[in-house]
C-alpha cells in the first residue's frame, strides 16, 4: 500500500512543486490542506496505522507532511542552483517577457502586445502617446513630427507652422491664431 502512493501517487502531488508551491504564509492555506488530505487519507487505509492520529501514521510510516517535504524539494532545487548543476539558461530563454519587455517612450515601464503603439518610430503605451504641448492624447497617425517628438496638428501649428518659426516669435504669434 506506502509503496503504492509513493509511487503513483504522490508524484502527482508535487510534480514541478518547485513552481507552484502554495506557502501557507503566502495566503494559500486551503491549498496545502487539501493536498495534505490526499497523504492523509491514503495513510488512514494502512492496515496497522490505519487508526492512529495523521502525525503519528507519518512517524511510523517514516513519511514527512508534504508541506515539509516541499521545503526539501526548494532545498534541493536551491542547492542544485548555487553549485551549478542546473542549467536554467533555457529555461529563461523561452520567457523573455519576465526579463526584458520592450518600454515605452514616455514614461519607461513596460509595454505588452495589447496596449502598445508605434508612433515617430518609437513605441508607447497607447495612454502615453500624446501632443508634446498640450498633453491631448493622440492615436497613431494624428500626430505631426517635430524633432522626434508627436505634437497634434493645433500645437504643430502653433510652434513649428510657418508663422512660428524663428523661435523668438512666441507670445505674439499665439494671439494671432485663433483656438
Ligand atoms: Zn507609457
Ligand atoms: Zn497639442
Not at 497523504?39 to 507532511?65: A, H, K, M
Not at 517535504?69 to 542544485?80: H, M, P, T, V, Y
Request: proline residues 4%; positive net charge.
Amino acid at each position: 500500500m506506502l509503496a503504492i502512493y509513493k509511487a503513483l501517487i504522490r508524484p502527482h502531488l508535487e510534480y514541478c512543486v518547485q513552481l507552484w508551491n502554495p506557502v501557507a504564509a503566502h495566503g494559500n492555506w486551503a491549498t496545502v490542506l487539501e493536498l495534505e488530505s490526499v497523504q492523509r487519507r491514503f495513510t488512514r487505509l494502512i492496515d496497522e496505522v490505519g487508526t492512529l492520529p495523521y502525525s503519528r501514521r507519518l512517524e511510523i510510516l517514516n513519511l514527512t507532511t508534504l508541506a515539509e517535504r516541499r521545503i526539501r524539494g526548494d532545498l534541493i532545487e536551491a542547492f542544485k542552483a548555487t553549485s551549478g548543476l542546473t542549467d536554467y539558461g533555457s529555461v529563461f530563454v523561452k520567457m523573455p517577457r519576465f526579463q526584458s519587455a520592450p518600454k515605452c517612450h514616455a514614461c519607461k515601464k513596460s509595454v505588452y502586445a495589447n496596449e502598445e503603439l508605434h508612433a515617430v518610430s518609437r513605441l508607447y503605451h497607447k495612454m502615453c502617446f500624446k501632443c508634446m504641448k498640450c498633453e491631448k492624447r493622440l492615436t497613431s497617425g494624428q500626430e505631426t513630427e517635430h524633432e522626434n517628438e508627436p505634437y497634434c496638428k493645433n500645437c504643430y501649428g502653433k510652434y513649428f507652422g510657418p508663422r512660428g518659426v524663428g523661435g523668438a516669435c512666441t507670445a505674439g504669434c499665439l494671439q494671432l491664431q485663433p483656438e
